[in-house]
């Protein structure tokens, strides 16, 4: 049987957030979402992820919040991470490189490059319904 | 100073580009980036208003992150112009850069009103 990985896209740009999920929805992916840093957080410490992708700047505090307290839970410091955030500079990536992120993703996302982050972080082919377990 | 929006067709060939040619899904993203957008403005207003500005910063971060989803250079560049204000923390020159901002938006949704006539 093929796994289905679930992902959890916290972001509160909602059209992004309805893009992605509907095109991750057509890879095979489960998805959930978040528009705030403290549901993001909520969702992540009662729900099974295999993945979070995670704006940097939400209402209800920050990402970077949310992956500090992500890296420093047993519940959650396993789950790859990619960070989402429209300043690129080598400061923002740098800082959230050092607060444990899998990957950096420049806004507004490449759904392609989202695809190719979430292959990497999970070890698996860009579709999972061709290649999990 | 002349300023490029893509519109009617072009804005719907970039837009169905992005998400792989699903038509249904670029039309739910332009109907709920219309219905969103009048909320998000009145943030950026109330916060320019209220010469608030980590208000602005975030309001403005949070518009430019919205209308960058779409093919509008000029309006995401104005949303990005106001979260560099809110930044400063400066907001002397806030007001025409909401201006400029309103004036953009103005032009960008009656083409995204079309894409779903």
Excluded: W
Excluded at chain 1, 104 to 129: C, M, W
């Amino acid at each position: 049987m093929k796994k289905k990985y679930t992902v959890l896209l916290a972001d509160d740009d909602k059209v992004q957030t309805l893009m992605l999920s509907t095109l991750l929805r057509t890879k095979g992916y489960m998805v959930a979402a978040a528009y705030d840093a403290t549901y993001a957080f909520m969702v992540a410490m009662k729900s099974p992820l295999d993945a979070i992708v995670l704006d940097i700047q939400m209402p209800g505090g920050t990402g970077m919040g949310v992956l500090e307290r992500l890296r420093a839970s047993s519940k959650t410091m396993q789950i790859p991470v990619i960070v989402l955030s429209q300043s690129t500079d080598d400061k923002t990536v740098a800082a959230v490189k050092a607060l444990g992120a899998d990957e950096f993703l420049p806004k507004p996302v490449d759904p392609e490059q989202l695809l190719a982050a979430l292959a990497r972080v999970l070890g698996i082919a860009a579709d999972p319904d061709a290649a999990a377990p | 100073m002349t300023t490029e929006l893509s519109t009617g067709p072009s804005l719907r060939d970039a837009l169905l580009a992005r998400v792989g040619g699903d038509a249904a899904l670029a039309t739910a993203m332009v109907s709920l980036f219309l219905e969103e957008c009048p909320r998000l403005l009145a943030d950026v207003r109330n916060a320019v208003g209220a010469q608030d500005a980590t208000a602005l910063k975030f309001a403005a971060h949070t518009m430019c992150g919205s209308v960058s989803n779409f093919t509008a250079p000029p309006a995401v560049e104005a949303a990005a112009r106001l979260e560099l204000i809110g930044r400063s923390g400066d907001l002397q020159a806030a007001g025409d850069a909401l201006r400029r901002l309103e004036m953009e938006l103005d032009r960008l949704l009656p083409a995204l009103r079309e894409m779903l006539a």
